[in-house]
Each structure stands twice: as C-alpha cells, then as structure tokens.
C-alpha cells in the first residue's frame, strides 16, 4: 500500500452532489479529496440529464423538419429529412465530453485532489482505493479524514424477472444507440420512459410504454399530465395503462403484458427499455460495516444531511427522492459550508421538478391536492398558454400555468406548468416560493411582453380575481 493520504474531507462520488460539495469546499479552503471510480460528472453528465436533453433536442429538430416536409400551417417546405445517428451520438458526447472535462478544471482551480479508482470503506475515516485498471492493477491508495462525505449516487433498478442484457436495456443504452431499433417497448411511464420514448419515436422508431399506474407520469397531478398524455397519443406512442409487465416473449422479441379486462398480450419489439425507477448505490463498496440507519438501500440522514454516524455525511440520490440532480448540489453545498463552520440546514422551501417530456412539465412546491391533504385552505389561479400571445407564435397553445396560494395571506406555496419550453420557468417559481412571495409580489411585477412568462403574471392575477387576458 503507498502512503496514506490525510485529509479533512473526503467524498466519495464525483456526481454532481460530490463535485459541487467538493468545489464549495475548495472555495473554503477545506482540504479535500474527491474519489470517483467511473467519470467526474457521475451519472448526470455522463449518462442522464445532459446526454438526454441532447437527444431530445436532436429529435425535436428532426420531427419538426419531418413536420416542413408535410403540410405546415407556417409556410415552410422542405424535404424529407434524414438522420446521421452516429454524428448525433457524436454531438451529445461532445458535449459530454466538455462539460465532464470543465469539471475537472474546476475541481483544480479549487485544488481539490481528484483520485481516480473506486473506494472501499475501511470504517467512518478511512477508505481504501482501488486504482481503476489501466492496463495493470496497483496498490491500492488509502485515505484518511475528519469527515466522509458518501455520494455514490444510483443506478437502474432492473426487473427480477427481466434482467438488463440482450434485447433488455437501461436509460444508459438508449442514450448511446448504435443503431436505432425499428420497435421500442418501454416499461414505465415516468420520467426516463416518457423523455426517452418521446426521443426514439420522434426519431421515426414504433414505440409502446406499458405503465402499471392509471396514467402517464403518475408521481404529478392529473390535469398537468393530461396534454402530455394527448401529446404522446398524437405521436403515435401506444400507451398501455393500468397494465402490467409478465415478461420476454419467448423468442424474446417482445414483452408479454397483462391489460386490465383483457387476455394477456405480447407487445412486439426489438429493443426493451426498463425505467421503473433507480436504487440507491449503497452496496459493494463496504458501506453496510458503517451500519447506518438507512431506509430500504437509501441512507438515512437528518436536515443538515448527516447520516447516523458522527463524522459522516450523505447526499445526493444515495438518500433517496427526490433524486435529482439540482437536489444532489444544493446538498453538497451545504455539507461543505458545515464542515467550514457555518450554520446550514437542508430545508429547501421548494425543489423544483421537470419533465421534459413535449409538452415539458414543471412543478415547484404544493400542488392544489397536495395543500388540500396539508389541511391547508388554498387558493388557485390557472392560467391557459391558448389565451397567451407568445404561445401561439410558437406554436405551443396546448397547456396552462397554476398557482397555488394560501387564502388567508396569498403566501405562494406551489406552482404547476405544463407546456412547450415551460421547464425554464422553474426558476422563476422556485424564487417567489423560496423568497415567500405573496400573489401580490407577482401580480404586480411587470412581466415582459410577449412572453410565455406572462402566463405566469396572469395566473397570480386570475387567483386574485384580476386576470386580464381572459
Ligand atoms: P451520481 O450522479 O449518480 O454520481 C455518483 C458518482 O459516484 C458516480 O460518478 C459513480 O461512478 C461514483 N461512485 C459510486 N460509487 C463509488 C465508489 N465506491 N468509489 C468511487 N466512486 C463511486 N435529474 C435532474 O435533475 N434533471 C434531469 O433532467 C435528469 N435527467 C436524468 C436522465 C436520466 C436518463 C437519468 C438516469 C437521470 C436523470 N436525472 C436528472 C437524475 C440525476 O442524474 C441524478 O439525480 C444525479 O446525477 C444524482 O447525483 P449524485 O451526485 O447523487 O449521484
Ligand atoms: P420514475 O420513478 O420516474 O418512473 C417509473 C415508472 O415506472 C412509474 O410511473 C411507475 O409507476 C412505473 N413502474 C414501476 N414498476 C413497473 C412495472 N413493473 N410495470 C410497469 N410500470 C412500472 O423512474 P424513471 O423514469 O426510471 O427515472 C428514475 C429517476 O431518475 C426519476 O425518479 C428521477 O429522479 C430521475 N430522472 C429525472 C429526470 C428529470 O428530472 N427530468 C429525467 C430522468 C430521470
């Protein structure tokens, strides 16, 4: 073993939980070592938001081409397009490949010590290295901190009786076609099957979901989901609901599947892609000899992201739902400023949430449901994208904004949107709740014209009785 290396913080996991919590640390002037066994960028990098969003861009540009070689109301003709699959996949892993690379630039700039290899825990301050294999094995290198900050992250969760392999893929697969396959079944309607299924039908692939819920993204509110529910329909995306998944089909081209009120089917395809969820990575890596408290395979932790041992810290997807990226980072900025000294809790009043399926979906905070089981007498504004003006010349009137406010004050507790290119105003209902604007603080700022924005003015306007554009 080479000599150990001593350190006040130690992260485990250079996703984007890690790799923030080790860049404010850095800023801190925490000494600190970060240890990532794959590729600094961890999963959201690498193989999730961005390679997805890229894809979704790509097939959006093709499908709306394909759009100009029919009848377009716009005026414009083109022709039939065609599809360079290989130097799309080059275009994501580019930008891919950038972003994972600036990472790497940062965590220098902040002289944080990246080692590369997968970690091994020995007890709460110490880890051994595995060096990841180039060519030969190595000494493993050990570690040595006052606090561990674990950030391993998730993977796909597989169904037992349809393991990953052959025909049956992960998000990661579909993200790195070869070759696109002329049918996809996808099990699960949630986020990866609906942005991905949305991606390969757009890009000319027959596409089913089968989804054991009663709708699409069951995790939002009925309403919400419902364009997007019209949307996939109208893509030609067979959607098969309340249903559940039995299996391969015996000459594993296709996936045998049980409707309610109807004989088991088989679903033909090429390819399965299996999106029921991902799993904390909390196995493998000698995590379990902490014995921490955990809940099922995620970590548990308090408000100030500590886990049940003194000294040892965890983030990120590793501790469950939400598991999201922007979620990951705000926590590791907040681990780091602790172990700085400073005062912090993880008690956002909001994390915002996208789906960016088309039409995109995007919450922040409590939904009209939500406050009602609360106990909470609320109020609510909708505000419909076909009454506002710059939707239509964009042609994406299909959708609404809501607002959800307490009756009493107006405080702001939740917002939904569904609609084209909505995700971006996640910021916007992020602020006002985080910032506990009334309805009032919103009604009267003045929102710039023309704007899918305004729908957001209007909104808070019509929950006060005040709309102006309807
Ligand atoms: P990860 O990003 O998973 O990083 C963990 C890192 O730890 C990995 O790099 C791994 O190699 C490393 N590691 C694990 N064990 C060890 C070990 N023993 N030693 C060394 N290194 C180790 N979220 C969004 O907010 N928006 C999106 O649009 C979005 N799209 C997604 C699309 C897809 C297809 C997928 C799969 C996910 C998407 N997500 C999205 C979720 C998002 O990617 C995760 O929430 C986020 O990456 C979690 O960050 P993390 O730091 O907790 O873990
Ligand atoms: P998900 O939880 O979003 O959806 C899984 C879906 O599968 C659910 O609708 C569930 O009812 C269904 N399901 C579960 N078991 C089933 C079965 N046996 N048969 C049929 N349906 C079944 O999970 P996901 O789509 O795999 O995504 C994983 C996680 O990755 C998400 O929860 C999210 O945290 C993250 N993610 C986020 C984004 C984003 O923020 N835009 C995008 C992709 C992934």
Same mark, same amino acid.
């Given at each position: 073993?080479?000599?150990?290396?001593?350190?006040?913080?130690?992260?485990?996991?250079?996703?984007?939980?890690?790799?923030?919590?080790?860049?404010?640390?850095?800023?801190?002037?925490?000494?600190?070592?970060?240890?990532?066994?794959?590729?600094?960028?961890?999963?959201?990098?690498?193989?999730?938001?961005?390679?997805?969003?890229?894809?979704?861009?790509?097939?959006?540009?093709?499908?709306?081409?394909?759009?100009?070689?029919?009848?377009?109301?716009?005026?414009?003709?083109?022709?039939?397009?065609?599809?360079?699959?290989?130097?799309?996949?080059?275009?994501?892993?580019?930008?891919?490949?950038?972003?994972?690379?600036?990472?790497?630039?940062?965590?220098?700039?902040?002289?944080?010590?990246?080692?590369?290899?997968?970690?091994?825990?020995?007890?709460?301050?110490?880890?051994?290295?595995?060096?990841?294999?180039?060519?030969?094995?190595?000494?493993?290198?050990?570690?040595?901190?006052?606090?561990?900050?674990?950030?391993?992250?998730?993977?796909?969760?597989?169904?037992?009786?349809?393991?990953?392999?052959?025909?049956?893929?992960?998000?990661?697969?579909?993200?790195?076609?070869?070759?696109?396959?002329?049918?996809?079944?996808?099990?699960?309607?949630?986020?990866?099957?609906?942005?991905?299924?949305?991606?390969?039908?757009?890009?000319?692939?027959?596409?089913?979901?089968?989804?054991?819920?009663?709708?699409?993204?069951?995790?939002?509110?009925?309403?919400?989901?419902?364009?997007?529910?019209?949307?996939?329909?109208?893509?030609?995306?067979?959607?098969?609901?309340?249903?559940?998944?039995?299996?391969?089909?015996?000459?594993?081209?296709?996936?045998?599947?049980?409707?309610?009120?109807?004989?088991?089917?088989?679903?033909?395809?090429?390819?399965?892609?299996?999106?029921?969820?991902?799993?904390?990575?909390?196995?493998?890596?000698?995590?379990?000899?902490?014995?921490?408290?955990?809940?099922?395979?995620?970590?548990?932790?308090?408000?100030?992201?500590?886990?049940?041992?003194?000294?040892?810290?965890?983030?990120?997807?590793?501790?469950?739902?939400?598991?999201?990226?922007?979620?990951?980072?705000?926590?590791?900025?907040?681990?780091?400023?602790?172990?700085?000294?400073?005062?912090?809790?993880?008690?956002? /009043?909001?994390?915002?949430? @996208?789906?960016? !399926?088309?039409?995109?979906?995007? #919450?922040? =905070?409590?939904?009209? %449901?939500? *406050? +009602?089981?609360?106990?909470?007498?609320?109020?609510?504004?909708?505000?419909?994208?076909?009454?506002?003006?710059?939707?239509?010349?964009?042609?994406?009137?299909?959708?609404?904004?809501?607002?959800?406010?307490?009756?009493?004050?107006?405080?702001?507790?939740?917002?939904?949107?569904?609609?084209?290119?909505?995700?971006?105003?996640?910021?916007?209902?992020?602020?006002?709740?985080?910032?506990? /604007?009334?309805?009032?603080? @919103?009604?009267? !700022?003045?929102?710039?014209?023309? #704007?899918? =924005?305004?729908?957001? %003015?209007? *909104? +808070?306007?019509?929950?006060?009785?005040?709309?102006?554009?309807?």
């Amino acid at each position: 073993m080479s000599n150990p290396i001593n350190t006040t913080l130690l992260i485990i996991g250079g996703g984007p939980g890690g790799y923030v919590a080790a860049i404010r640390a850095g800023q801190l002037g925490i000494p600190t070592v970060l240890v990532e066994g794959a590729t600094l960028g961890g999963t959201c990098l690498n193989i999730g938001c961005i390679p997805s969003k890229a894809l979704i861009h790509v097939a959006e540009q093709f499908h709306a081409l394909q759009g100009y070689a029919g009848d377009s109301p716009l005026g414009i003709r083109a022709q039939a397009p065609e599809l360079d699959l290989e130097r799309s996949i080059a275009w994501k892993d580019g930008i891919v490949k950038k972003l994972t690379t600036g990472i790497g630039a940062l965590l220098k700039k902040h002289k944080v010590t990246v080692v590369q290899g997968w970690a091994r825990i020995v007890d709460g301050k110490t880890v051994d290295v595995d060096p990841v294999a180039k060519g030969k094995a190595g000494a493993p290198q050990r570690i040595r901190c006052e606090h561990m900050l674990l950030a391993t992250g998730s993977e796909p969760a597989a169904l037992p009786f349809m393991p990953f392999g052959g025909p049956v893929i992960s998000s990661t697969e579909a993200l790195s076609p070869k070759k696109l396959p002329k049918s996809l079944a996808i099990v699960g309607a949630g986020y990866i099957g609906l942005e991905l299924g949305t991606v390969y039908r757009k890009l000319g692939v027959k596409v089913d979901v089968v989804e054991a819920q009663d709708r699409v993204l069951p995790a939002y509110d009925a309403d919400l989901v419902k364009p997007v529910h019209k949307a996939l329909k109208s893509l030609g995306i067979g959607l098969h609901l309340q249903t559940q998944v039995l299996g391969l089909a015996e000459d594993g081209k296709g996936l045998r599947i049980q409707p309610p009120k109807a004989d088991e089917q088989v679903l033909s395809a090429q390819q399965i892609l299996v999106a029921v969820g991902r799993k904390p990575r909390s196995r493998g890596f000698g995590l379990s000899s902490l014995m921490l408290d955990m809940d099922g395979l995620a970590v548990r932790v308090d408000d100030r992201c500590r886990t049940s041992m003194n000294g040892v810290w965890a983030i990120g997807d590793l501790t469950g739902e939400p598991m999201l990226a922007h979620r990951a980072m705000a926590q590791g900025e907040c681990v780091a400023e602790q172990i700085a000294g400073h005062v912090r809790r993880f008690v956002p /009043a909001a994390i915002p949430a @996208v789906c960016f !399926t088309d039409p995109e979906v995007v #919450t922040a =905070g409590l939904s009209p %449901q939500q *406050a +009602a089981a609360a106990g909470i007498d609320a109020l609510e504004g909708v505000f419909p994208l076909a009454a506002n003006g710059r939707a239509m010349t964009l042609e994406s009137t299909d959708g609404f904004v809501r607002v959800v406010a307490r009756r009493d004050n107006h405080l702001i507790l939740g917002w939904q949107a569904v609609g084209r290119g909505v995700s971006e105003f996640a910021a916007a209902f992020g602020q006002s709740i985080e910032m506990g /604007a009334c309805l009032e603080d @919103v009604a009267h !700022t003045i929102h710039a014209h023309p #704007t899918q =924005g305004e729908a957001i %003015q209007e *909104a +808070a306007l019509r929950a006060l009785g005040q709309a102006l554009h309807i």
